[in-house]
């Protein structure tokens, strides 16, 4: 599961509720994908649901292949008029999405 939020702020919120939901599931793995999150670069991203911002879950797919986009099977956009209305993170939706 792939879930794009617009800013830091919502993607943390996003992924506490997800994590208290995935508290019954305990095989689910959750990351995040924004700003100060430290990442190995060497590794590939194992977790089954990554919550974030556009650009940090493009450079992290994109740039450094770290999780394959054609794996994705859920393609989530948090606050998507948001999302769609603001050029720069519209540009990068339909960039993820492209790939998806």
Do not use: N
Not at 30 to 59: M, N, Q, S, W, Y
Not at 60 to 87: C, H, N, P
């Amino acid at each position: 599961v792939l879930c794009l939020s617009p800013t830091y702020e919502l993607a943390i919120q996003t992924g506490e509720v997800a994590a208290r939901m995935g508290q019954f599931c305990p095989d689910i793995k959750l990351r995040f994908a924004v700003r100060g999150e430290e990442v190995d670069r060497t590794k590939k991203i194992e977790e089954h649901i990554l919550i974030g911002t556009p650009g940090k879950l493009l450079d992290w797919g994109l740039k450094f292949r770290l999780y394959e986009l054609k794996k994705i099977s859920v393609f989530v956009l948090d606050e998507a008029d948001v999302m769609i209305a603001t050029q720069g993170h519209h540009d990068q939706c339909i960039r993820i999405h492209k790939y998806v």
